[in-house]
């Protein structure tokens, strides 16, 4: 079993992979497989806009990439999922039907969380042929959430009257953006140190 820090190190490339999500316009969610012997196996952030489908979630681009790169399934369920953000009901419910090892998540998804924010798709009882689906939720929460802030921030040009921002959530947004970006300078001066 991973130690606690080693899940907030494998977030680090989750949380990059949210980083990418938001430059995109996309909900920043992200995440990682990492295989106990052969490391990162796929890496996937959401993918529903450009795409126009609403089911191109971080998880199920990133199974998708390591399928099509010739992984089995076999390989992928030996994996721990490293996301930012809960998985929702589907999500868990792919990844449980999987058999993924273990999932490892930055901060509850409250209105769609698969593994325990919502319902328990994890671990719940009625598909008892299936093996539970291991779950810790509160990894780099907060930078899990201020990315996600960051996104709701912005003006939704798409939308057919964008909504103004209140003060709050723009206020919200700015401390989100220095969190965010002082992780960042903070990342960079680590692997600098690290040539």
Same mark, same amino acid.
């Given at each position: 079993?991973?130690?606690?820090?080693?899940?907030?190190?494998?977030?680090?490339?989750? &949380?990059?992979?949210?980083?990418?999500? &938001?430059?995109?316009?996309?909900?920043?969610?992200?995440?990682?497989?990492?295989?106990?012997?052969?490391?990162?196996?796929?890496?996937?952030?959401? %993918?529903?806009?450009?795409?126009? %489908?609403?089911?191109?979630?971080?998880?199920?681009?990133?199974?998708?990439?390591?399928?099509?790169?010739?992984?089995?399934?076999?390989?992928?369920?030996?994996?721990?999922?490293?996301?930012?953000?809960?998985?929702?009901?589907?999500?868990?419910?792919?990844?449980?039907? &999987? *058999?993924?090892?273990?999932?490892?998540?930055?901060?509850?998804?409250?209105?769609?969380? *698969?593994?325990?924010?919502?319902? %328990?798709?994890?671990?719940?009882?009625?598909?008892?042929?299936?093996?539970?689906?291991?779950?810790?939720?509160?990894?780099?929460?907060?930078?899990?959430?201020?990315? &996600?802030?960051?996104?709701?921030?912005?003006?939704?040009?798409?939308?057919?009257?964008?909504?103004?921002?209140?003060?709050?959530?723009?206020?919200?947004?700015?401390?989100?953006?220095?969190?965010?970006?002082?992780?960042?300078?903070?990342?960079?001066?680590?692997?600098?140190?690290?040539?």
């Amino acid at each position: 079993m991973a130690s606690e820090d080693d899940d907030a190190g494998c977030m680090d490339d989750a &949380l990059a992979q949210a980083q990418a999500a &938001l430059r995109a316009s996309e909900v920043p969610v992200g995440c990682v497989f990492v295989h106990p012997r052969h490391g990162v196996l796929g890496r996937g952030h959401n %993918n529903t806009v450009a795409s126009c %489908n609403g089911t191109r979630h971080a998880e199920l681009e990133a199974i998708d990439a390591m399928l099509a790169r010739g992984r089995t399934a076999a390989e992928i369920a030996e994996c721990t999922l490293y996301v930012t953000v809960e998985p929702c009901i589907m999500c868990a419910s792919a990844l449980r039907q &999987l *058999g993924v090892q273990r999932v490892v998540f930055g901060c509850a998804n409250d209105k769609f969380g *698969g593994c325990g924010g919502v319902l %328990n798709i994890h671990s719940d009882e009625a598909s008892p042929s299936l093996r539970p689906l291991p779950a810790r939720g509160g990894v780099r929460e907060a930078e899990a959430i201020a990315l &996600l802030r960051l996104f709701y921030a912005q003006e939704n040009q798409g939308a057919p009257a964008p909504q103004k921002r209140t003060r709050r959530q723009l206020e919200l947004a700015e401390a989100a953006a220095a969190a965010v970006h002082g992780q960042q300078r903070a990342s960079a001066a680590a692997a600098s140190t690290d040539v």
